[in-house]
């Protein structure tokens, strides 16, 4: 009779790729930077990936006392942006053995219940949006390894923080609203607490203060469409001058001023040109399709989850923000005369 097959051990690779049972664990574990060179990490990757073999992962987490766990917490999953994030730190994890909790604040933004009986004994680290940061209070995340993503690189609790160059973003978005005369302009503001939009308020107000003749009015309203129309349409109502553009902190707050502008009787972008930030499905889903400054969620959540792991591995992750790029579409044009 056929001898039963045999599950391949780590003495197996180590003899398929000619090393140490020593390097296939720091490859496998993902701490051979710096122990071996580049080229005998991927003859073991080969090695494990001919022979079929899996590390029994119980073992080396009950030795490690890793539980190889990581908990993402993001606001409510209102728009697919947060869920591209997920998808990116997923996709990181893994490749290294890694799990990932998605865990949405029921909230939308602030506190929430701890969804684990002891988040400090079931997660090896978390990674969270600075716009739910108060849920990090309820499962005590501030003390677990910890990376922020949009956050205050300066203020931050955590042990790193991975941002958008958010900053850019907006002044690519003024340089081209200027470009094309507009003077008079209105920053419909999401009514969040969070560090991410007082750089949007603050850069804006910045380039704008730099072009003489130039206003800005601002008016807030909560992240969704009907908040935004009601929000929009009291802004942009006389009496007094309606301005000619509106930069918008999220394109949500940009579909609803869409709708704000009909109701008003406004064309855009002939009366008015409007501004969004994310590039979210909605931006091409609209009529004119939305100017926008598009935002990487799946390189967003990728350099996250590769921060974190860093931390853990006590190296230092990788510094700088992430680029971000202005789309030009249909909903910007020259300003009216």
Request: with cysteine; glycine share 8%; aromatic share 4%.
């Amino acid at each position: 009779m056929p001898r039963a097959s045999t599950r391949p051990t780590s003495r197996d690779v180590a003899q398929a790729a000619g090393v140490s049972q020593a390097a296939v664990s720091l490859v496998l574990g993902d701490k051979w930077r710096g122990r071996v060179s580049e080229a005998t990490a991927q003859r073991v990757r080969e090695a494990a990936r001919t022979l079929g073999y899996r590390p029994n992962l119980a073992a080396r987490n009950l030795r490690l006392g890793r539980t190889r766990t990581v908990l993402l917490v993001v606001p409510a999953l209102t728009t697919e942006f947060f869920a591209g994030v997920y998808t990116g730190a997923a996709r990181v994890a893994s490749r290294h053995g890694f799990g990932v909790v998605l865990y949405p604040s029921p909230e939308g933004i602030g506190p929430a219940r701890d969804p684990f009986a002891s988040a400090q004994a079931a997660l090896d680290g978390v990674i969270a949006s600075s716009m739910a940061a108060d849920a990090l209070s309820a499962i005590r995340g501030d003390q677990l390894p910890l990376v922020m993503l949009d956050s205050d690189p300066e203020g931050t609790t955590g042990a790193a923080t991975v941002n958008l160059d958010i900053a850019d973003g907006v002044r690519q978005v003024t340089d081209h609203l200027l470009g094309l005369g507009h003077r008079d302009v209105l920053h419909l503001a999401a009514d969040v607490a969070s560090w991410t939009f007082e750089v949007r308020a603050r850069e804006l107000a910045s380039r704008l203060a730099a072009v003489a003749g130039t206003s800005l009015r601002t008016a807030r309203s909560p992240i969704s469409i009907r908040g935004a129309e009601a929000a929009a349409q009291a802004a942009l109502a006389p009496p007094g001058g309606r301005p000619t553009a509106v930069v918008c902190d999220d394109d949500q707050l940009a579909a609803g001023t869409y709708k704000a502008a009909r109701r008003l009787g406004l064309r855009i972008p002939e009366d008015l040109s409007v501004t969004g930030l994310d590039d979210l499905a909605l931006a091409t889903a609209i009529d004119p399709e939305l100017t926008t400054v598009r935002l990487d969620a799946e390189l967003f959540g990728e350099r996250g989850m590769e921060a974190l792991l860093a931390v853990l591995d006590g190296r230092t992750p990788e510094a700088g923000d992430i680029p971000v790029h202005l789309t030009v579409r249909g909903s910007t044009a020259h300003a009216p005369r």
